[in-house]
């Protein structure tokens, strides 16, 4: 079984809805990130958290939110999607040593 | 705010070339990694460098890390096609609590 996983693996949505990502890892890791990959731009961080209680800003935080439910559980929702947030969001998790990346979630907004 | 500049952003070469994709970084970093990413995939952990004058090496690609310059650099020797991949440098700010910065990402392929 893979150590990072992420749900769904593939969305296409409407403009205005609302949406959640989640990942899930079983690497017993503190550290979780969320990734947005644009082509072109490599990845972008949008929102990280070392644990429960302790949730940070990245680069690209506007329009997003997440929730740290549990250890190995860290979620992200768009409040209302866009069109321009269609791209491939990556969820990692660190050892404060690596990043171990899941396998992505592509996500279309019409 | 640090910055991340690979290039070249696009390389295309013959089977068994040599080619080497430089990762220059702005402020001090006590971390660099390299990964690769095939299309639609999830990145892929090639090297991992800590320390001034690092040198790694994974079959035909070897990454090495000049901290004072400031620069890493990753060298493809003899390519082969299974190599056509993106690869992308990220690093690590000193304190920074874990958090990368990746370059833009060089396309490489490989032509037969």
């Known amino acids: 079984d893979a150590d990072v996983t992420q749900t769904p693996r593939n969305r296409i949505t409407k403009t205005g809805k609302r949406i959640m990502l989640e990942c899930s890892q079983t690497?017993?890791?503190?550290?979780m990130y969320w990734y947005r990959q644009d082509p072109g731009l490599g990845l972008q961080l949008i929102y990280y958290?070392?644990?429960?209680?302790?949730?940070n800003k990245g680069e690209i935080s506007d329009g997003y939110s997440v929730s740290r439910q549990a250890q190995a559980k860290f979620s992200l929702s768009l409040e209302s999607a866009i069109p321009n947030q269609t791209a491939l969001y990556f969820c990692?998790?660190?050892?404060?040593?690596?990043?171990?990346f899941g396998p992505g979630t592509r996500l279309t907004v019409t | 705010e640090l910055k991340v500049e690979q290039n070249p952003l696009f390389l295309s070469m013959q089977e068994g070339k040599n080619y080497t994709i430089y990762c220059n970084y702005s402020?001090?970093?006590?971390?660099l990694y390299w990964y690769r990413q095939d299309p639609g995939k999830s990145l892929e952990s090639l090297f991992v460098?800590?320390?001034?004058?690092a040198v790694k090496q994974e079959g035909r690609l070897m990454a090495s890390l000049d901290t004072k310059a400031r620069l890493s650099t990753l060298h493809i020797t003899a390519a082969v096609h299974d190599l056509s991949a993106t690869y992308f440098c990220?690093?690590?700010?000193?304190?920074?609590?874990?958090?990368?910065?990746f370059g833009k990402g060089t396309l490489l392929t490989v032509n037969p």
């Open positions: 990692a998790t660190s050892d404060g040593r690596e990043q171990y």
């Open positions: 690497k017993g890791h503190d550290r």
């Open positions: 958290s070392f644990d429960v209680k302790d949730i």
């Open positions: 402020t001090t970093s006590d971390r």
């Open positions: 460098l800590l320390s001034n004058g």
């Open positions: 990220a690093v690590g700010l000193t304190g920074s609590n874990y958090k990368l910065t």
